[in-house]
């Protein structure tokens, strides 16, 4: 069994620290609210508390964090981040989805250090998480991605080898730019049907028979028909990732810019907590 670190216990993390504790591995978390780590206690993890400390004895560190800033400060605080921690020979595994730019500045300070890395962020969200059906897109030298395969296959179906460092990110960036534009679209176009007299919801259902609605589209569909926008993806955060993807896009994505405007007037209407699928409320469906 590995003994593994966890770094952020959100919905995510919690979930996948969770799969871990239950295949067997030592497991020592931290959270900046240390009470969420609770049921992971209960269940036999251990509490650090400082990400240094939680590094200190892991031959794998886990990361599911917000965003660069906190990715920023949990890695590499001068007196409590986990890169201080970190023992030779150790693999760091960011599965948080950020910019490609600070993923590989991250891993240059943590590979001088002698350890090694792996960009993991996963497609899914909470129930994939939960059942162990994430999808790891990895970035990082092929031997760690073998040598981890085993460990990510307790949280995850499947684990993707992208390319070298920073692959991963990049991969992870194009997969929730494709999510947003798609939902984007959907819910504009469900705002023409109504405008134009059709029964949405049968229009909906007609629709996913063709080949042009994706398996996303189809469940995005039905909860956006249904009103259902518990925040298995927040908007705020598919906003957060957009954004990510215009700053590291190297030219000119006028699809994705799009969308990032939608997702922020989403967000200046109230909808940031709610998933996604709220964009249908930007457009009239009385």
Not at 150 to 176: D, E, F, I, Y
């Amino acid at each position: 069994m590995t003994r593994a670190a966890f770094l952020g216990l959100g919905a995510m993390g919690s979930r996948m620290a969770s799969r871990l504790l239950q295949a067997g591995h030592t497991l020592t978390v931290w959270n900046r609210d240390a009470n969420k780590a609770a049921p992971l206690v209960a269940q036999g993890a251990r509490l650090a508390p400082t990400p240094r400390a939680a590094a200190e004895d892991a031959e794998v560190v886990i990361a599911m964090l917000r965003d660069d800033d906190v990715s920023r400060q949990v890695w590499t605080d001068a007196e409590n981040g986990a890169l201080s921690g970190l023992q030779p020979g150790c693999v760091a595994v960011e599965c948080s989805t950020l910019t490609p730019a600070w993923v590989c500045q991250l891993a240059a300070q943590l590979q001088a250090r002698g350890a090694g890395w792996v960009d993991a962020p996963v497609a899914g969200s909470r129930p994939q998480a939960e059942a162990g059906q994430l999808i790891f897109l990895a970035g990082g030298a092929t031997d760690d991605i073998a040598a981890l395969t085993p460990l990510l296959l307790t949280m995850g179906s499947a684990v993707h080898h992208a390319g070298p460092v920073g692959a991963g990110a990049v991969l992870k960036l194009a997969v929730n730019a494709l999510l947003g534009v798609q939902a984007a679209a959907v819910a504009e176009l469900f705002g023409l049907l109504q405008r134009h007299g059709l029964d949405v919801a049968r229009a909906s259902e007609i629709l996913a028979q063709t080949p042009v609605i994706s398996p996303a589209m189809k469940a995005a569909s039905t909860n956006m028909l249904a009103g259902n926008f518990a925040p298995l993806f927040p908007t705020g955060l598919m906003e957060k990732d957009l954004g990510y993807v215009l700053a590291s896009s190297k030219g000119q994505l006028p699809l994705v810019a799009a969308c990032h405007a939608v997702l922020v007037q989403a967000m200046q209407q109230g909808y940031a907590t709610d998933n996604y699928t709220s964009l249908i409320r930007l457009y009239d469906r009385a």
